[in-house]
């Protein structure tokens, strides 16, 4: 990794309301930033994954905020340890995810910039389905080694430009996903990059997959509405 994930000056640390609780998360939001990427990370991982903590300096980088966050509560995550129960629940990730779609919503540093969303794992199955239940939030989705499959019928609504990054090792993902872009009718792509296992550890292929985020969501976290995205290609 030849980008540094440590500590920014623009990063803090900050408390997304949930009901009588909260969701902890990590917000940087860089000056002149034109978009705001939420992560949605996969089983077993959160806010401080120095995988989800490199993509997020790779992407301040290019001018985009990032809020990493914790779709559980540490109760829930006790709990989910147990069984991975929740881990594994898209409706109930989504639902958080939505949560801090509409947290956003209400800071006026974030209020006026297009959102996109970065998912990994059953992350990628949540991000989509939130991006089907709010077209005119989700401008933009971004999957790594994801599981976009999860997302179900939703995949067929889903109108944000989405791009599906696999690794080239990683069999099993990338029918998968190939099985999903064919279900997504917007505008949809699907890159392979070589070497890649599913969670990018090999040299180079982090940042690879990195970089085709950045330049995903720069190009498509403009003025432009989700609804008016152009017709699909492959």
């Known amino acids: 990794m030849d980008v540094l994930f440590g500590p920014s000056d623009d990063e803090r640390q900050v408390a997304i309301p949930l009901g009588a609780t909260h969701l902890e998360g990590t917000l940087a939001i860089p000056?002149?930033?034109?978009?705001?990427?939420?992560?949605?990370?996969?089983?077993?991982s959160g806010r401080?994954?120095?995988?989800?903590?490199?993509?997020?300096?790779?992407?301040?980088?290019a001018g985009?905020?990032?809020?990493?966050?914790?779709?559980?509560?540490?109760?829930?995550?006790?709990?989910?340890?147990?069984?991975?129960?929740?881990?594994?629940?898209?409706?109930?990730?989504?639902?958080?995810?939505?949560?801090?779609?509409?947290?956003?919503?209400t800071r006026p540093e974030t209020a006026d910039l297009p959102l996109g969303i970065f998912g990994a794992s059953t992350g990628a199955g949540a991000a989509l389905l939130v991006a089907s239940r709010l077209p005119d939030v989700v401008t933009a989705v971004v999957s790594r080694g994801g599981r976009p499959d999860l997302a179900g019928m939703a995949l067929a609504s889903v109108k944000a430009p989405t791009l599906l990054v696999v690794g080239g090792e990683d069999d099993v993902?990338?029918?998968?996903?190939?099985?999903?872009?064919?279900?997504?009718?917007?505008?949809?792509?699907?890159?392979?990059?070589?070497?890649?296992?599913?969670?990018?550890?090999?040299?180079?292929?982090?940042?690879a997959a990195a970089k085709l985020a950045a330049g995903w969501f720069s190009k498509h976290l403009q003025t432009l509405k989700p609804s008016s995205t152009p017709p699909e290609t492959r």
């Open 173 to 207: 993902v990338i029918d998968l996903n190939r099985q999903a872009l064919k279900r997504l009718r917007g505008l949809a792509e699907l890159v392979i990059v070589p070497g890649a296992t599913h969670l990018f550890e090999e040299p180079g292929t982090l940042e």
């Open 31 to 44: 000056a002149g930033a034109h978009g705001v990427v939420v992560f949605a990370h996969g089983s077993g």
């Open 48 to 61: 401080h994954s120095p995988r989800n903590r490199f993509v997020a300096q790779v992407l301040r980088n």
């Open 64 to 105: 985009l905020g990032t809020l990493l966050f914790d779709l559980m509560t540490r109760e829930e995550e006790v709990a989910d340890m147990a069984d991975g129960h929740l881990r594994f629940d898209i409706p109930f990730l989504a639902a958080r995810l939505e949560e801090a779609l509409g947290w956003l919503g």
